[in-house]
């Protein structure tokens, strides 16, 4: 696990990046062993024997998670999932903090800088943001902890390298790769001029949409203030130019019409619907016309084992809004937005992370008419 450094990556000491090793082997060990065990559990033990005592399959998710309860693998595995959560950011964060005001000094906009940013200390931040510490992260996205402060972001590029154990590319790029390829692929004669990245975080997912269409002109947005400045000094340490600033995806100051593409990524896992519905809505704004709109979807669990395993993360890795997302009728929702009902697509790309053992990942967008 090899994270390439960058002028706004904490380094780590000796004792840190043991640490960070420990941590990452952890979250392997319970990713791709313990919690895909949970499904060979329930269907060669737990079910049959459930079965054979009732006559028929647990009907729903409440009944799925009692007989998965009765199983100490369960309880255990529970109980690892949740310590390594915690795990990854009380490792990183220690040498965030070590760094703070190097940190903070590096990120501040230079002349002659190729992109610019933008921070807006009066935006409200949502209730849904400001309530919960998703993925358990500390003071989440968007807590300052002092002036032109950048800790959230470099918590958190930091922080997902060691989560997927490198597993999104060895600068959390893959994702973003992932996305642009996709658009390349199926619409090849797509030349956006402007495109926006809506909850852009650190930037990485950013940065590969200006490397992969490097004549347009590429901006990201987020509700927290650290997301963006982080963000700024990461990109421009990379050579690229965006325009980052902080604001609420469902409420921008950009003009209507302004953009090609309006997308974003791992981004509606984490909203309640209503939110989602309202970044629809103001992506239909912002595009021009023959403009896309693409951002993840959710595909319904299949049965009541699925169907309470997507709450683990709503309980045990603060995404409250999980199984809400897999739920969503998205083309209604984008024909409420003022998508036309035979602009919507549907599409699947590789997983990055964890490939081979995910199903592939559901894309959901339209093209305003």
């Known amino acids: 696990m090899f ?19 420990f941590c990452a082997s952890l979250r392997k060990k319970f990713t791709t062993d313990l919690f895909p065990g949970t499904r060979t559990l329930y ?3 737990l079910l049959p ?34 310590a390594a959560q915690e795990l990854v950011w009380d490792t990183v964060g220690e040498s965030v903090e070590r ?14 800088a190729l992109g610019t940013v933008r921070s807006n200390p009066d935006l409200p931040i949502p209730r849904y943001i ?48 992932a996305m642009a390829a996709w658009v390349r692929e199926n619409y090849p004669d797509f030349k956006p001029h402007r495109i926006l990245d809506v909850g852009c975080g650190p930037g990485f997912t950013t940065v590969p949409w200006k490397q ?35 604001q609420d995806g469902t409420a921008t100051d950009f003009p209507d019409g302004h953009f090609d593409l309006v997308t974003s990524m791992l981004v509606t896992h984490e909203c309640p619907v209503p939110v989602i519905k309202g970044l629809f809505k103001e992506a239909h704004r912002l595009l021009a016309r023959g403009g896309i709109t693409l951002h993840d979807g959710g595909t ?11 709450s683990w993360f709503g309980n045990n890795a603060n995404e409250p809004f999980s199984a809400q997302f897999r739920m969503l009728d998205y083309k209604a929702a984008l024909v409420e937005a003022g998508f036309a ?23 959901v967008g339209a093209v305003k008419d």
Request: proline content about 7%; aromatic content about 8%.
């Open 3 to 21: 994270q390439t450094p960058h002028a706004m990556l904490p380094s780590m000491n000796h004792d840190e990046a043991a640490r960070a090793d």
């Open 43 to 45: 269907s060669k033990a």
């Open 49 to 82: 024997a459930f079965e054979a005592k009732h006559g028929r399959k647990p009907k729903n998710a409440k009944e799925a998670a009692q007989l998965l309860q009765s199983s100490f693998y369960y309880r255990g595995m529970n109980a690892v999932g949740r």
């Open 99 to 112: 760094q703070l005001p190097e940190l903070v000094e590096r990120a501040k906009p230079k002349p002659g």
């Open 130 to 177: 400001d309530a919960v510490d998703i993925h358990v992260m500390p003071g989440n996205f968007h807590t300052e902890l002092g002036e032109d402060d950048v800790f959230a972001g470099a918590l958190y590029d930091r922080g997902v390298h060691v989560f997927a154990f490198g597993g999104l590319g060895d600068q959390n790029e893959a994702l973003g790769v």
């Open 212 to 246: 992969a269409f490097p004549d347009a002109e590429v901006h990201g947005i987020d509700v927290g203030g650290p997301q963006v400045r982080y963000a700024h000094g990461r990109a421009e340490s990379l050579g690229v130019g965006v325009h980052f600033s902080q």
């Open 300 to 310: 319904p669990a299949h049965d009541p084992f699925e169907s309470h395993m997507t």
């Open 341 to 363: 009902e035979e602009s919507y697509f549907r599409g699947e790309r590789e997983p990055v992370y964890l490939k081979g053992q995910l199903p592939p990942i559901t894309l």
